[in-house]
């Protein structure tokens, strides 16, 4: 089971914390992803962190503003978005596939499980 948090309402330039707890799996030995789907278009992907190779993925859209992270005692990843810019709105979803993809956790069809959603908007 994933469950998001700490989506919210937010001003541009501004900063957000996403958590995704985690039961079931380890996050250190799972591949995360972090995507998000604005309305009308597709789910894109943000961000993804393999397991025990350590391979770290950010579109290049939030690189150098966001940062992912896991704690391994909590068994939950982060994604830490700072200066948001409007066209961050969208709703945020965690995956995760309980192998490791490496390169691969760019694609969202890796994923077996996902969780529901928060949503992040972004404006003034």
């Known amino acids: 089971q994933l469950v998001e948090s700490g989506g919210g309402l937010v001003e541009p330039g501004g900063s957000l914390t996403l958590s995704c707890a985690v039961s079931?799996?380890?996050?250190?030995?799972?591949?995360i992803g972090w995507f998000r789907q604005a309305p009308g278009k597709e789910r894109e992907g943000v961000s993804c962190?393999?397991?025990?190779?350590?391979?770290?993925h950010y579109a290049d859209s939030v690189k150098g503003r966001f940062t992912i992270s896991r704690d391994n005692a909590k068994n939950t990843v982060y994604l830490q978005m700072n200066s948001l810019k409007p066209e961050d709105t969208g709703v945020y979803y965690c995956?995760?596939?309980?192998?490791?993809?490496?390169?691969?956790?760019?694609?969202?069809?890796?994923?077996?499980?996902w969780g529901q959603g928060t949503q992040v908007t972004v404006s003034s």
């Open positions: 995956a995760l596939e309980p192998n490791q993809l490496g390169r691969l956790c760019r694609d969202r069809n890796g994923y077996l499980f």
């Open positions: 079931g799996f380890s996050v250190d030995y799972s591949s």
């Open positions: 962190i393999s397991s025990s190779d350590g391979y770290v």
